[in-house]
């Protein structure tokens, strides 16, 4: 069975400045994808990034970026330039790519960034 | 388009009662997953289904229980209740079991008295 780490619960970043958000997951396959997803007080979840585990290139969106070390299983988000609205609570989550396909997300417990004005 | 919609929103129930919960996908979508989310097991996945069929269930007693109707709605059910059963429950689509991207639902958040 897969696993998803995310061992810092809480996190606070100072607006304007960068902060980085740590994931670390366990598995035995070789195909699978990573995801970030933000959950702000409304709890409505929304993807953040995405990475699929056969590109070797971080995947980036605008101000979010991704630190992925397959070898590692090592899945880092980085948030530059914080906004007051990227207060949320971040998940890491990851699929698996294996044929016979289903949408299952295993989650990780969270991590609640604050940003200070 | 219109997101993915749950009702109820909130929900307070008495143990040993029943409860169902329903899940509008975004229109076009066919995969439907459910997820629990409480402070102590975070998010766990409940089940998923595509076509009316269920695709993948996660481990939840028989109590839980879910379906899906031919226009993709989704429906899941939970009976005689348990405290621990206080929880948001998250439904979220995408449209089909490939598809990267899952949409979520707003959730409905279920307290057992």
């Known amino acids: 069975a897969q696993t998803v780490t995310q061992s810092q619960p809480e996190m606070s970043v100072q607006e304007a400045e960068t902060v980085t958000l740590s994931c670390t997951y366990d598995?035995?396959?070789?195909?699978?994808?990573l995801f970030w997803y933000k959950q702000p007080p409304s709890r409505q979840m929304i993807l953040v990034i995405r990475?699929?585990?056969?590109?070797?290139q971080n995947a980036t969106e605008n101000r979010f970026s991704v630190n992925f070390q397959k070898a590692a299983k090592s899945f880092s988000l980085k948030i530059s330039d914080s906004q007051l609205g990227d207060a949320a609570m971040y998940f890491c989550?990851?699929?698996?790519?294996?044929?016979?396909?289903?949408?299952?997300?295993?989650f990780g417990k969270g991590i609640t960034l604050s940003v200070r004005p | 388009k219109a997101g993915v919609t749950q009702t109820p929103r909130y929900l307070i129930k008495t143990r040993g009662q029943q409860v169902t919960l329903s899940c509008s996908p975004i229109?076009?979508?066919?995969?439907v997953s459910w997820y629990q989310q409480t402070p102590g097991q975070g998010l766990q996945f409940l089940f998923e289904?595509?076509?009316?069929?269920?695709?993948n269930k996660g481990n939840f007693p028989g109590r839980f229980s879910g379906r899906q109707f031919s226009n993709s709605r989704s429906e899941m059910n939970v009976s005689t209740l348990e405290l621990g059963d206080s929880a948001l429950y998250l439904c979220?689509?995408?449209?089909?079991?490939?598809?990267?991207?899952?949409?979520f639902g707003p959730g409905t958040r279920l307290t057992v008295t």
């Open positions: 289904y595509f076509s009316e069929t269920q695709r």
């Open positions: 229109s076009g979508h066919r995969s």
């Open positions: 990475q699929e585990a056969y590109k070797q």
């Open positions: 979220a689509s995408s449209f089909n079991l490939r598809a990267y991207e899952q949409y």
């Open positions: 598995t035995s396959e070789s195909d699978y994808y």
């Open positions: 989550a990851y699929r698996s790519a294996i044929t016979g396909a289903n949408s299952k997300l295993t």
